[in-house]
């Protein structure tokens, strides 16, 4: 089961930074948060993930706070193409995928 | 470098026949996952395999349903005797490695099968 929760739906206007926060106050010491998102039942696409440290890509940041009980999902300048579900999972042997954020990039 | 390629995109059944999905993993990948996801529901793990193993099934209903991954093709997840309930998008994922940093996954378009 899925050992994170994500607020179901998030609106964003197009241009600004989204920000979808995720819970995950039972990870253990080595399980990775790791972020996906699906655009409109297409096949998942891998956005970022991280233990304890900030991480940036192309793509993403990922903020994890110190106790590593949260993290947020940051996309710098929202497009309409962000508009998916995003996932944000605990990993230890398998990625598991719960409800996820249903984000709505708005023009 | 190709992705995950699954066929069919498109597959549909009458009640009572069989469905056999394809998955070829990405080129050097040697491990991989099966979810499926019914019309608007999330997805469901199903399967774990390596080359000729299957390490993780916990997902896999009990019956109809098989999944294969052999030393040379791609792997192939198979439902027998379909039922309307079946009807759902099937995803494969590969990746070249397990451990705990490695969730990466490359997922495939999926395969939508429809049960008459």
Same mark, same amino acid.
């Given at each position: 089961?899925?050992?994170?929760?994500? !607020?179901?739906?998030?609106?964003?206007?197009?241009?600004?930074?989204?920000?979808?926060?995720?819970?995950?106050?039972?990870?253990?010491?080595?399980?990775?948060?790791?972020?996906?998102?699906?655009?409109?039942?297409?096949? !998942?696409?891998?956005?970022?993930?991280?233990? +304890?440290?900030?991480?940036?890509?192309?793509?993403?940041?990922?903020?994890?706070?110190?106790?590593? +009980?949260?993290?947020?999902?940051?996309?710098?300048?929202?497009?309409?193409?962000?508009?998916?579900?995003?996932?944000?999972?605990?990993?230890?042997?398998?990625?598991?995928?719960?409800?996820?954020?249903?984000?709505?990039?708005? !023009? | 470098?190709?992705?995950?390629?699954?066929?069919?995109?498109?597959?549909?059944?009458?009640?009572?026949? @069989?469905?056999?999905?394809?998955?070829?993993?990405?080129?050097?990948?040697?491990?991989?996952?099966?979810?499926?996801?019914?019309? &608007?529901?999330?997805?469901?793990?199903?399967?774990?395999?390596?080359?000729?193993?299957?390490?993780?099934?916990?997902?896999?209903?009990?019956?109809?349903?098989?999944?294969?991954?052999?030393?040379?093709?791609?792997?192939?997840?198979?439902?027998?005797?379909?039922?309307?309930?079946?009807?759902?998008?099937?995803?494969?994922?590969?990746?070249?490695?397990?451990?705990? &940093?490695?969730? @990466?996954?490359?997922?495939? @378009?999926?395969?939508?099968?429809?049960?008459?």
């Amino acid at each position: 089961d899925a050992k994170t929760t994500q !607020p179901p739906s998030m609106d964003c206007a197009e241009g600004r930074a989204a920000n979808l926060p995720c819970n995950h106050s039972t990870i253990s010491g080595n399980e990775y948060v790791y972020w996906y998102r699906q655009i409109h039942s297409q096949g !998942p696409q891998y956005i970022i993930h991280g233990l +304890k440290n900030n991480e940036t890509n192309e793509m993403a940041s990922l903020i994890i706070t110190e106790d590593r +009980k949260s993290s947020t999902l940051i996309l710098p300048h929202a497009t309409l193409r962000d508009t998916a579900v995003y996932y944000c999972i605990v990993i230890y042997d398998k990625v598991i995928f719960g409800p996820g954020t249903s984000l709505s990039v708005i !023009p | 470098n190709a992705g995950v390629m699954q066929n069919p995109r498109h597959l549909v059944r009458r009640r009572g026949q @069989e469905a056999r999905l394809r998955c070829s993993p990405m080129k050097g990948h040697s491990h991989v996952y099966w979810y499926r996801q019914l019309p &608007e529901e999330g997805l469901k793990f199903m399967v774990y395999l390596q080359k000729e193993n299957i390490i993780d099934e916990s997902g896999m209903p009990k019956e109809r349903f098989s999944a294969e991954f052999p030393k040379e093709g791609p792997s192939i997840l198979r439902i027998q005797q379909v039922v309307r309930g079946d009807s759902a998008a099937y995803f494969c994922a590969s990746s070249p490695r397990v451990n705990t &940093e490695t969730g @990466e996954l490359f997922f495939g @378009e999926g395969s939508r099968l429809t049960v008459l």
